[in-house]
């Protein structure tokens, strides 16, 4: 069964940094793009990063500069490294992975960042 799990999640203060993982059951995801997602309470959810099969990155404008989306295709892991964290990045943050006309997500991991 395909499935994402996230980890990395925790409490940080402003300025801090956290970095998160998510792991890919089965190594066909190591042919298509993944992204993070995040989720603030009474909000939509909302891109973060993607990374294609290849490498190549994206970031919402929130995000640039302070977050990196990078994956090990060998460990079938993609992880974003947050750093510089704001008040406004307390989220959910979600693995994604659509493959074909099937969309997976993880479970989320909460990120608080809080003084």
């Known amino acids: 069964q395909v499935q994402l799990v996230e980890s990395g999640g925790g409490l940080v203060q402003p300025g801090g940094s956290l970095r998160l993982s998510c792991a890919a059951s089965?190594?066909?995801?190591?042919?298509?793009?993944m992204g993070w997602y995040r989720q603030a309470p009474g909000k939509q959810r909302e891109l973060v990063a993607t990374i294609t099969s290849g490498g190549s990155t994206n970031y919402a404008d929130s995000v640039k500069g302070r977050f990196t989306i990078s994956r090990d295709n060998a460990k079938n892991t993609v992880y974003l490294q947050m750093n510089s964290l704001k008040l406004e990045d307390t989220a959910v943050y979600y693995c994604?992975?659509?493959?074909?006309?099937?969309?997976?997500w993880g479970q989320g991991t909460q990120v608080t960042v809080s003084s």
């Open positions: 994604n992975a659509p493959i074909a006309s099937t969309v997976y």
């Open positions: 089965g190594s066909i995801f190591r042919f298509y793009t």
